[in-house]
């Protein structure tokens, strides 16, 4: 059964930065593009950015253009997203999907509280 | 930018009569490579991952009820929930995956009347 184990809460303080993973099991990460999405409290979802695990190329929305980075290590079947200069409007649950054209496989999400 | 709006932002539905959720994109959803709408709707309850509903506008996913229908084209599409169960209060969201960056409609909460 494929599914997606993203890490654990993490509460940070303005300014610093988190890195959230997401691991990949019952496929093999590299078989398909892995995007982020988030969704704030009270907010819609928000896409970030994706990556292609084969080759590591990544694309962000401009939004978060330079904060944003999308990595994955092939050897972990795991994929992260790192964010710097984290504000509170940064609060967020941050989700990892694979893309089969569509979205067809979600991770839980993760909580990143950014708190002073 | 594909830009994705939804209608109404909310909705009350008396349970057992129909919900229609309207979903329209500022260009056409149809890919010439493929041939297909490039739109999906996600059901979204607080505390869980946003659950594939429907694809390529119209394909129900494996397991889905078939309660949900999509239906549309161009750039018009909807989303009906044929006969409202409690089970299906819920944010549902539509994304169209035709371009980068991939774009989400606002969200329609849909309540019991």
């Known amino acids: 059964q494929e599914r997606l184990e993203q890490s654990g809460a993490e509460v940070k303080k303005p300014g610093a930065s988190v890195k959230v993973s997401c691991k990949a099991f019952?496929?093999?990460?590299?078989?398909?593009?892995l995007h982020w999405v988030r969704q704030a409290p009270g907010q819609g979802l928000e896409w970030m950015g994706r990556?292609?695990?084969?080759?590591?190329?990544?694309l962000y929305a401009q939004k978060f253009q330079g904060r944003v980075t999308l990595t994955r290590d092939t050897s972990l079947n795991t994929a992260y997203m790192e964010l710097s200069a984290l504000r509170s409007d940064d609060t967020a649950v941050y989700y990892c999907?694979?893309?089969?054209?569509?979205?067809?496989?979600w991770g839980r999400g993760t909580l990143v509280s950014v708190s002073s | 930018d594909i830009v994705m709006t939804q209608s109404p932002d909310s909705l009350a539905v008396s349970l057992a009569e129909r919900a229609t959720i309207n979903c329209k994109s500022s260009?056409?959803?149809?890919?010439?490579?493929?041939?297909?709408?490039?739109l999906a709707w996600f059901q979204k309850k607080a505390g869980q991952p946003p659950k594939l509903l429907i694809y390529?506008?119209?394909i129900r996913e494996s397991g889905v009820s078939d309660r949900f229908t999509g239906s549309g084209s161009g750039t018009n599409f909807t989303l009906t929930v044929s006969s409202l169960q409690a089970e299906d209060v819920a944010v549902y969201y539509c994304?169209?995956?035709?371009?980068?960056?991939?774009?989400f409609g606002q969200g329609t909460k849909v309540e019991i009347k």
């Open positions: 999907a694979k893309e089969i054209w569509h979205f067809v496989l």
């Open positions: 019952g496929y093999t990460l590299t078989d398909r593009h």
């Open positions: 990556i292609d695990p084969s080759g590591g190329g990544t």
């Open positions: 260009q056409s959803l149809l890919h010439p490579s493929t041939n297909k709408h490039h």
């Open positions: 390529w506008a119209s």
């Open positions: 994304q169209q995956y035709s371009s980068d960056p991939r774009t």
